[in-house]
């Protein structure tokens, strides 16, 4: 049974850095794709960062990109999400998430296991 437990997060001043974590267990390989996404009430969910396996292959959203960096370990296997230069914009529930499959596009109906969120809050 896959299970998928977040931590990180908090509270953070703008230009400030954070980073979430996410356990992965129960999967037997990271031969697969494992996102990052986040909610801020009353919108939709965005896709933030992806990765496939374990080395480069990565996409980002636009607004994220050059700031914040997606990475797995295998073993433990464990995705991470590093935030740097983060402005209040970037304040949001932040879910991980993970897939047996190779997700063609950083889209959340393509990923059946979630972590539980985790709240990123910056302030001005």
């Known amino acids: 049974r896959v299970q998928v437990v977040q ?12 980073r979430l974590a996410c356990a992965i267990s129960g999967m037997g390989n990271v031969d697969n794709s ?11 969910r965005e896709g933030v960062a992806m990765i496939y396996g374990i ?7 636009k607004s994220v990109k050059g700031r914040f960096t997606v990475t797995r370990d295998s073993a433990p296997h464990t995705l991470y999400l590093t935030m740097n230069d983060l402005k209040p ?3 949001a529930v932040y879910y ?6 190779r997700a063609p596009r950083l889209d959340g109906s393509w990923f059946e296991y979630w972590g539980q ?7 001005p």
């Open 34 to 44: 494992a996102a990052w996404f986040r909610q801020v009430p009353g919108k939709e």
């Open 55 to 61: 080395g480069s292959d990565t996409r980002y959203a």
């Open 89 to 91: 914009e970037d304040s």
């Open 96 to 101: 991980c998430a993970v897939t047996y499959r």
């Open 117 to 123: 969120g985790t709240q990123v809050i910056v302030s």
């Open 7 to 18: 931590s990180g997060g908090g509270s953070v001043q703008a230009g400030g850095s954070l």
